[in-house]
């Protein structure tokens, strides 16, 4: 199959759809017909796109922690636990990193051996080995909204099979589950891969279920400037709406920085409503997710939990619709279920505390807007122009030329050349803008950010100020100066 | 032809961490030693035979998402039979799921034949005075 | 000793000397001479107004616990965990609630029945029953700047001690250690007592020792409006200039809305800088305290970790001196050391990760900072009207005609017909401006800040508005709504 | 004259918590008693003299500063010295230095004679209903 954005006709997807429920014995269980019937009677306070919708009339943030253990009872007590004692709004299901790389052999070991074990020795939910049969029983004993969580470049039988199952949201997206989760598939193969789960939940959308999508917004998670995840995160939606999807929730990664985190969310909001219209998918509604700081944690839980309410302040402040929180553990591995609700907890307080505190639109806010705008305009219309007139080609053209980059990605697909750090206030610029197509303006403004924070610590910059940025925040610092 | 010190990095089984990887691989370079490094994913097997290839004096491991107990298993057999049973193991990262007494994690890795067993946090410098110590 | 704003001379000091060091057997170690000597060679380190002054100068927010217990060296292991273990950077000595009331037989049996127990049955340590050497143990076993901390209404006996042997820092005022510590001891009586332990410290600054003073900022620190305990700041610090105080820190506690508490630290620090200049007292070195949340605290300690590190983001973002850290055990009692150390790091992690974020002075921070200078204004010129030109007196008078009016403080003395209750974005407001002399345009401010509130709720500002606000935090919300 | 409950209210020894008893004063006044407010800073012996002046059905005593428990004891003792030992003696606040199981404190207290302990963040809706349990 060709890749281009353009949606696929029934025949196309359904071609296909037989090769993927065969790729694991659980899949013939799909019955697309059924599925459909059995959402309709899911009601509406489990339904994940409506509870995003009204959180973002309410001007509410929601919290949602990530969580998934391998066996389905555990998992049953692990979410419902997040619900009663983290007060979590939305719940996750985090899969496995062996169904993420689609090893369902793997993963069946791993289910044997944490029954053996007597504790998970996967670090998620091995949904396709369990089957719909399985998930449904996860599905039907927590009662909030579920969403599939993961980091899986070919996601097309966890989708069929957790969609069937009633899982109401899914995560993902052609570039950014391929970029910072693969080594070596080729983008061409994710994005054709990601129209197959989109055209899915487009299906169920003709059919009257109402899915929402997420794409997966931090990125590497490690220093990535907003308009570098924005401009994914846009060409990520205009993806999926082509294909049918009514329902997109864009996310963004902390920096750190609170006028640009805030900046980052208001700018991603109005550049996808923006791009959305122009290219005629204004029927699609959209909400914004922000993710607290990505990085490396303190490993003292007193001062993580410092890093989880500074995310927290700032998802509040920006009225990011929902923010996936961290844990006091965070450094330290996979946190205990007691640690994922503390994590949770901290942060309901600190929204619950800020809701009523709206953030001034400052003159410096909206510059960083101003900002964050012009060099995401800049990459899209770039991507746009490469593909001819098509994003999906010219994502690929794009990440091949440099033109869309992700610092510290481990697919080879991209081009690494471009270097963040932070500048003389702590927010996320570029010392080496590699091959982006910003203006002469924009590459001079990070040149004179850069300049700036040299001088005031007296060396020019270099790889060792990106090493010192990526220690700070679990050394206790944002910014990584010399000491 | 260069006669400094080889050794294999990567992050093992179906990990795709790279940010750690990275780091290192700029640190120990800069510290002297060259670096083969294979990246994320890597399966056991191209581990060792990237070391048989290029005459490593150690293979440094990561596993990050906790799976290591399942991944790390086996390695040092798998060295012996390629013959290669004197090359240094070293492993580091989130070796376990959930927050469990490093010491235990530490022993139950010795137990399994790496040489050095590192706990989250540790940074490069800390593996390079090793790597110091144990290499040159 | 008639009650004025005027320095005292020797002999009227000495005089009253001499009945303050006999009211305990161990006042009469007190040497003034030879403290003086002592003070000489107390290295920089060590020294409260000099850390300070170049905290000011580098823009820094240093972070100081609350801290103490019955027993000398179990107070010495706690400052000594609190320094390493929590990374504090100014040190206390919370003084026991007997000896706040010079109850010092009570105090005495405190010690014996601690020492008996093995634990401190004390919530405080009890400085004046160990006197100069026993105090002095302490000064010697911590090496870090450090302050007595207390509520004393007559606390000369303990200043005289605690500074002889070598405290570089003596919080309290007549004010402020009067209105909310004590319930019918007359304020001239207060005022008279804190001009000694001002004219003490003065005395040490004639011989070359500068002692640190702080003004008790946060008073019953229960919806506190800032102009409030702005105007008894700037009171406070005018009769300690008086009486020869070189070195002043004025504070204020935390409401919760950002934007006005960061005005109230700005405002504070301009007003204080007007009016000691005005007042002839440019030569006085003045610094700023934020204190993290003074009210009711969630007894859950993830939600407290949020509530402090809320604290600590808008002391750093306000760029206060220093920070006054609760624990997350604040809603429990007095913390295990543990506690106050994670309060601590929480709060260390915080200011780091904010310290190079600079809050944009926005047209709504303007606003906010112009209505608290405004308020103050009006309260401070009325008390210096009330006094014929002097604020001793003034503040007496003010205090019975309401134009100084704390809410819920225990002193009869305080007219208690203001109330407070926050406004629609949590800004604590007037619902009741009593007899505040504030302008028509001030007062109609409050009045529509109340009525906007009523109308999102639906009902009318009332005691129970007070209510709901005093246990909202407690509960996990900055506004008492109705739920 | 009033035919309403009578209750006394302080908060005991040298504690000056007001905000507490403002409210604790509010709210049980409008749920139909009358009380006798002796503010902050009162000694045993003033609750006593006041519950006997007033015919006070019970006494609430709050410390919310750690001295408590050298406070309260001996309250039972003086009431049933004053010959109204049938009275009811109710406590609540942050009855001990330090973070303590509750329940022991609670035994600690009832042992001293209290027929009723509050833990730290008791509503005073909790307080009111047994009030109206015990006193009506």
Chains 1, 3 share one sequence.
Not at chain 1, 146 to 162: K, N, S
Not at chain 2, 99 to 128: A, H, N, S
Request: some cysteine; overall charge negative; hydrophobic content about 40%.
């Amino acid at each position: 199959m060709e890749l281009k954005n353009k949606k696929w006709t029934h025949d196309e997807f359904n071609a296909i759809r037989q090769e993927v429920l065969a790729q694991w014995p659980t899949g013939k269980d799909v019955d697309f017909e059924e599925a459909v019937k059995y959402h309709e009677n899911i009601p509406a306070k489990r339904h994940f796109a409506k509870r995003l919708v009204k959180a973002k009339k309410n001007g509410d943030t929601l919290t949602q922690p990530r969580a998934g253990v391998a066996l389905i009872d555990e998992h049953i007590n692990l979410l419902n636990f997040l619900k009663t004692e983290g007060e979590a709004d939305l719940l996750p299901t985090t899969i496995d990193s062996y169904t993420r790389q689609n090893q369902y052999k793997e993963a069946q070991n791993g289910i044997e051996e944490s029954l053996k074990a007597g504790r998970s020795l996967l670090n998620g939910f091995p949904a396709v080995n369990h089957g719909v049969t399985g998930v449904r029983r996860v599905v039907e004993s927590v009662d909030a909204p579920l969403q599939v969580r993961h980091g899986t470049p070919d996601a097309r039988l966890l989708g069929e099979i957790t969609i069937a199952a009633g899982y109401t949201s899914y995560e993902g997206g052609g570039i950014s589950y391929n970029i910072p989760y693969a080594k070596s598939v080729s983008l061409e193969r994710t994005i054709l891969d990601w129209q197959y789960c989109d055209r899915m939940v487009g299906l169920y959308a003709e059919h009257g279920i109402e899915i929402n999508r997420e794409p997966f917004g931090p990125l590497t998670g490690t220093l990535v400037p907003p308009s570098v995840s924005h401009a994914v995160a846009v060409i990520e939606g205009i993806l999926a709406a082509e294909q049918g999807v009514k329902n997109i929730t864009l996310g963004y990664g902390q920096c750190g920085n609170l006028i640009q985190d805030i900046a980052a969310i208001r700018a991603l909001e109005q550049l996808a409503d923006e791009y959305m219209t122009k290219h005629g998918y204004s029927d699609c509604v959209l909400t914004s997710v922000f993710h607290q700081w990505m990085g490396g944690f303190p490993q003292d839980e007193a001062k993580a939990f410092g890093v989880i309410s500074w995310g927290a302040a700032a998802a509040a402040l920006a009225k990011a619709t929902k923010v996936i929180v961290k844990t006091p553990h965070e450094a330290l591995g996979i946190p205990t279920k007691e640690a994922n609700a503390q994590g949770l907890r901290t942060t309901k307080q600190m929204i619950n505390m800020l809701k009523d505190q709206a953030f001034p639109l400052t003159s410096e806010l909206q510059a960083e807007i101003d900002i964050i705008k012009a060099e995401t305009r800049c990459i899209l219309n770039k991507v746009f122009e490469l593909g001819s007139g098509d994003y999906a080609v010219g994502a690929v053209r794009a990440f091949e030329a440099g033109v869309l980059d992700v610092p510290f990605a481990p697919s080879k697909f991209s081009l690494n050349k471009i270097l963040p750090a932070r500048d003389n206030n702590g927010a996320v610029r570029l010392f080496d803008v590699g091959n982006l197509p910003f203006t002469p303006d924009l590459i001079a403004f990070h040149r004179d950010k850069m300049a700036q924070r040299g001088q005031a610590e007296g060396r020019q910059p270099s790889f060792q100020m990106v090493i010192d940025d990526i220690y700070a925040i679990s050394k206790g610092y944002l910014v990584g100066r010399p000491r | 032809m260069t006669n400094k010190v080889k050794v294999v990095l990567g992050v093992i089984g179906a990990d795709c961490h790279a940010v750690g990887n990275k780091i290192l691989n700029h640190a120990i370079t800069a510290a002297g030693y060259e670096v083969i490094n294979l990246g994320v994913l890597v399966p056991q097997e191209e581990f060792v035979n990237a070391a048989i290839e290029t005459d490593a004096k150690a293979i440094l491991v990561a596993s990050l998402y906790g799976h290591g107990e399942i991944d790390c298993r086996g390695l040092r057999d798998r060295c012996r039979e390629a013959g290669i049973e004197d090359i240094r193991l070293y492993v580091g990262g989130n070796l376990v799921v959930g927050k469990t007494d490093f010491k235990k994690v530490e022993q139950k890795f010795l137990d399994m034949g790496y040489d050095r067993v590192y706990e989250p946090g540790t940074l490069p410098d800390k593996v390079i005075a090793d790597m110091n110590e144990d290499l040159k």
